[in-house]
């Protein structure tokens, strides 16, 4: 079997198996100093259902997060993988989202003019860009001033924790595995090192193998702009 074709076969296995996993979002959530926080459903409740204008959201994957947008927002979806396209537009029309536009592209070249989208959502992405730097100046670029970039991201452990030696050994064969997914990348340095005009996070983890540990927040544009 040629390699490219190993490939599109895990790009449609990946797909399917995206559509059928939302069940993570019933998952108890716990911040790092042990106090429990509720669901992952709740979390997202609280970043995503407050938004309005145009949002984009970079990797959708099959649609997980669109039960938490309110409905009239005009969302745009930039999604690398085409065999999750069909899975976006049925739960689309499934959730009652009135607008939306879905794009195959990447992140780290958005097709949309500076200073035009109001927010942008990563949930379970920044994990997987090939550069992360130039995905968040991306990111950074096309929002308006004082706009905002809503994050829910799974990141590398404490570093010499078990957890962070496993994430460091299992990394190739689980970017194989999962579609470039790093176990182990320091999103939060990234973010930080980005030039947003403020960065707000929390830490926390989740009861799944490998990729426990977790931050979710939001990064804000100046209100001026460059």
């Known amino acids: 079997m040629k390699f490219a074709n190993l490939s ?20 108890a959530i716990a911040l790092k100093n042990g106090t429990i926080y509720g669901t992952m459903a709740e979390l997202k409740q609280s970043l995503l259902g407050s938004l309005q204008g145009k949002v984009l959201e970079i990797g959708p994957g099959a649609g997980a997060n669109f039960s938490y947008y309110p409905k009239d927002i005009d969302w ?13 537009e049925q739960e689309a029309n499934l959730q009652g989202l009135k607008q ?3 794009y195959r592209g990447s992140s780290e070249q958005l097709p949309m003019p500076a200073h035009s989208i109001d927010s942008v959502v990563s949930t379970h992405v920044l994990c997987s860009v090939n550069n992360i730097e130039q995905t968040l100046q991306e990111i950074k670029r096309i929002l308006k001033p004082g706009g905002s970039f809503i994050f829910l991201e799974h990141v590398a452990a404490d570093c010499c924790t078990w957890n962070r030696r ?3 050994t299992i990394e190739p064969v ?7 997914c790093h176990p182990n990348r320091t999103t939060w340095i990234a973010l930080e ?9 929390q830490e926390f983890t989740i009861s799944f193998p490998i990729v426990s540990p977790h931050i979710a927040g939001v990064a ?7």
């Open 193 to 201: 090192n980005a030039g947003f005009q403020s960065v707000d996070y």
């Open 174 to 180: 689980w970017k194989v595995m999962f579609d470039n």
């Open 76 to 88: 745009i979806g930039i999604e690398p993988n085409p065999f999750m396209h069909q899975y976006l």
């Open 166 to 168: 496993i994430q460091d």
């Open 220 to 226: 804000k544009t100046s209100i001026a702009v460059s």
């Open 8 to 27: 599109q076969i895990q790009k449609r296995l990946f797909a399917w198996g995206m559509s059928k996993a939302n069940s993570i979002d019933s998952s």
């Open 100 to 102: 939306i536009t879905l």
